[in-house]
């Protein structure tokens, strides 16, 4: 019966793609979907999958999210992104990023990037190096409260600088 082998051969796939590393619902039924399985055959090897917990996206998403934090130091919007990429539904993204962050401190995992970042800048501390790291960041994922106390409370203001913080600025309203 071609169906039946066909679903044996979408089963063996699957199990063979997942041996490298957890994969999310999504990137299984991508995978199969490329090497032109039929959406029948797709949904009855993710079924199997799921029922013998081959499968499952809230663990796959706590691995995942914690292997980024521990090895990339990501902040939670970025993670929050890598995750939907990788077909997350959202209530789970929710789930796993507030369970996440209890667990690591973002505000710690920034500090640790930037005192990396830092190793890199000279020791003046132009408008343009504050910029720079902030950007840096940014792209990693932090949030802009999170970026502005942990760069004010690492990076001193430079002396020949006149920017003055946004905080300290005169109220011009007067």
């Not at 501390?125 to 802009?144: H, Q, T, V, Y």
């Not at 004010?152 to 020949?160: K, V």
Request: one cysteine or more.
């Amino acid at each position: 019966m071609p169906d039946e082998e066909e679903s044996k051969n979408a089963r063996r796939r699957a199990i063979r793609f997942l041996v490298y590393r957890d994969r999310s619902r999504n990137e299984i039924t991508c995978y199969l979907r490329g090497k032109k399985f039929s959406t029948n055959v797709i949904e009855e090897t993710l079924t199997f999958l799921e029922n013998n917990k081959y499968v499952n996206d809230t663990s796959f998403a706590m691995q995942f999210g914690r292997s980024r934090i521990v090895n990339k130091k990501i902040g939670r919007l970025r993670l929050g992104r890598e995750l939907e990429h990788k077909g997350i539904e959202d209530k789970v993204i929710n789930e796993t990023l507030n369970s996440l962050y209890k667990e690591f401190d973002e505000e710690a995992i920034a500090v640790s990037c930037l005192k990396k970042k830092l190793k890199t800048f000279e020791s003046s501390a132009s408008e343009g190096d504050r910029r720079r790291i902030a950007n840096f960041l940014e792209r990693k994922g932090f949030p802009s409260e999170i970026i502005s106390q942990v760069v004010a409370r690492l990076i001193p203001y430079a002396s020949d600088n006149d920017w003055v913080p946004p905080s300290s600025a005169p109220n011009q309203n007067k």
